[in-house]
């Protein structure tokens, strides 16, 4: 049986072309590519805000949380299930991380217990979009509005996700985006960060590249002055000559997910022991980068599938578990608690084809 493997990455082949062509150009690091990366990225995903390329979707919410202005101290809401570089850029600037429970309906932040956990000392509300599924933005943005603080939405996962018709970049004034190896659009490692402002979108351009101003600085004007702390977060060229195959090619992956991701929908329902995550509301577009079934014995329907050559996964894993967040970690998260062995990813990519999906579902329903 030829194996199926969990994930595997998407290079397009014009993406050869492309960075070959950068290859034989004057820039390879940050240049032009970069600047026409994040104009189409703009124009087909974020066109009401700013966009800056960086060197990977960690560097893009560690950006966000700086640009919102989060301190030392401050508290930041965060969801307890996702993957750690969502909360661990919080520990370089010192916040303390209040983690919020799931929804077990789509294993999303939980909107009514983020409202329990807002207190005068919160900074920020993070949302994560898990596999793609958009969160409930409109409650969530209530709440930033209410309290007058920032929704910052980690969507690393949720490359095309919409809600209620618009782009989720849209609907929050930071969004931060992932397009490491096994994304639907990679460039090896990289990510991008959306914003509203305009002063915190040239704040984040300084902070990208050592708190350099490199426009002035290529006009040769020395004398500018360095007066924050930056980083070395700058997307390259040839990073950003992937990305731009990518986007040449994201209309037809996108659609080849949606393809079996309706199938494993279809095929899996009415099986005892057995859910898959989606929602059924209409606002949501889901973003396609996981198929997730809830299960009973997971353990046992993983190893069943491994046994017939199928890779699956959990993934992500709830981060109150690490130890570096073991002072932030608190015993009231019930529908986290409940779930945390119960949740199995499914094999979703450009390799997967519409066959593969009736084997692994053949084998589900062979039993465990």
Known sequence: MEKVVLFHPFVPDSALKKVNDVLGTRWIGQGPQVE??????????????????????????????????????????????????????????????????????????????????????????????????PCDLNSLNKLSKQYDIPLIQDSAHAIGAKYEGQDISNLSDFSCYSFQAIKTITTGDGGMLTVKNEELKEKAKRLRWFGIDREKKSQGIWENDIIEVGYKYQMTDISAAMGLAGLDSFDEQFFHRRRLFLEYEKKLKNISGLRFVNSNKKEFLHGLWLATIIVKNRIGLEKKLKDQNIESGQVHYRNDRYQIFSEFKKNNLPNMDKLENDYLVLPMHSKVNLKDVDRIVNVIKSGW
């Open 36 to 133: 026409l990366f994040e104009k189409r990225f703009k124009d087909k995903f974020a066109k009401e805000s700013h966009c800056i390329a960086v060197g990977s979707g960690t560097d893009s919410l560690h950006l966000a949380y700086i640009c919102a202005g989060i301190k030392p101290g401050d508290e930041v809401i965060v969801p307890v299930f996702t993957c750690t570089a969502t909360n661990i850029p919080l520990l370089y600037l010192g916040a303390k991380i209040i983690f919020a429970d799931i929804d077990p309906n789509t294993l999303n932040i939980n909107v009514d217990h983020v409202k329990t956990l807002i207190s005068e000392k919160t900074k920020a509300i993070v949302c994560v979009h898990y596999g793609g599924l």
